[in-house]
């Protein structure tokens, strides 16, 4: 919506009236949502060198994971006391499916471990297809479609 820059904002015709507080709020999101980026950003520097130095400096626990301990322990906003840090160790375990067959094959067990199957999938080009070629309706179409819908809430500048 474009406005005339000579009407100021909030004396436009028609408009509702106005939350007083809302252009504090506007401004305190505007501001908070800005020093979380920045904050992130400087976050995100810094986890590398903290991850580094646990690697080399941290002591080993038996699950792997490396411990640093603060010379003295500190109190952030909220009232949480920290007293050092963890490198974790995250293990995911995956079979490798290409080795897998490699081997089934060596030893006769692709029926076995990789069983054929029919399957059947859903085809939204069979969909349409079948839509235009007038085998499903415009209200059986209509009714075969999930609509969602999400805000967000963007900064406008001039």
Request: no cysteine; net charge negative; hydrophobic share 30%.
């Amino acid at each position: 919506m474009s406005r005339n820059p000579t009407t100021p904002i909030g004396n436009r015709p028609n408009q509702p009236k106005r939350d007083a507080r809302i252009d504090a709020k506007f401004r305190q999101w505007a501001v908070v949502s800005a020093k979380a980026t920045e904050f992130k950003g400087r976050a995100d520097q810094l986890r590398p060198e903290l991850l580094a130095y646990a690697e080399n400096h941290g002591e080993e626990d038996a699950k792997g994971h490396r411990e640093v301990d603060l010379e003295e322990p500190f109190e952030v906003p909220g009232g949480e006391t920290y007293t050092g840090f963890t490198r974790e160790v995250r293990r995911s375990r995956r079979v490798n499916e290409e080795r897998t067959w490699e081997m089934a094959e060596e030893k006769d067990l692709l029926d076995q471990i990789f069983p054929e199957q029919t399957i059947r999938v859903f085809s939204e080009e069979g969909l349409y297809a079948a839509y235009q070629e007038d085998k499903i309706t415009d209200e059986e179409l209509d009714s075969l479609i999930d609509v969602s819908e999400t805000y967000a809430l963007r900064t406008r500048s001039s």
